[in-house]
Antibody
């Protein structure tokens, strides 16, 4: 079964840092590009970041550029999101999602991990 | 990159058909056939329902169909069922520096 499991969420103060992880199983992780997508409480989905299978291509949403860093370890079947200089508006459930690089759709998604930025 | 525009809510009675629109620009929806749709029940992760404008993944009911005309994509749910009550989001590949964009989301209510 293809599965993505996020971890690392929690409560952090404004200006703080947090590192999210996403463990992949059930497919050849090193062959797929991956993404982080977030959803603020009661709000819609917002794409955050993309990383290609070999880490050679990386993109970020303007809202997180310069503060967040996406990375992956294909040997550990894991995706990461290092979040620095966190702001109140970064409060959200963060999902990792595999992307099909020929048709650009997100499938599957993990269950999400909640990040709360508050003093 | 602005979010794609969807109606905030759509409702219908069981057995009826409803259509959700997703309006973008020639840089996203209108420029590529890479529109996908996602269903999200409360507290759950999104689920892929349609990709490449009109293709259904295996396991998704054929009551769900997609189409596109110009800069607007549409998701139609026919034979509406109680289990279809959820939030729905469209997404598109874009030519901007941020290559992916989601719609604003539509809450579907089964009356």
């Amino acid at each position: 079964e293809v599965q993505l499991v996020e971890s690392g969420g929690g409560l952090v103060q404004p200006g703080g840092s947090l590192r999210l992880s996403c463990a992949a199983s059930g497919f050849t992780f090193s062959s797929y590009s991956m993404n982080w997508v977030r959803q603020a409480p009661g709000k819609g989905l917002e794409w955050v970041s993309y990383i290609s299978s070999s880490s050679s291509t990386i993109y970020y949403a303007d809202s997180v550029k310069g503060r967040f860093t996406i990375s992956r370890d294909n040997a550990k079947n894991s995706l990461y999101l290092q979040m620095n200089s966190l702001r109140d508006e970064d409060t959200a459930v963060y999902y990792c999602a595999r992307i099909d690089s020929s048709s650009w759709y997100f499938d599957p998604w993990g269950q999400g991990t909640l990040v709360t930025v508050s003093s | 990159q602005s979010a794609l525009t969807q109606p905030a809510s759509v409702s219908g009675s069981p057995g009826q058909s409803i259509t959700i629109s997703c309006t973008g620009t020639s840089s996203d929806v209108g420029g590529y056939n890479y529109v996908s749709w996602y269903q999200q029940h409360p507290g759950k992760a999104p689920k892929l329902m349609i990709y490449d404008v009109s293709n259904r993944p295996s396991g998704v009911s054929n009551r769900f169909s997609g189409s596109k005309s110009g800069n607007t994509a549409s998701l139609t749910i026919s034979g509406l069922q109680a289990e279809d009550e959820a939030d729905y989001y469209c997404s598109s590949y874009t030519s901007s520096s941020s290559p992916f964009v989601f719609g604003t989301g539509t809450k579907v209510t089964v009356l």
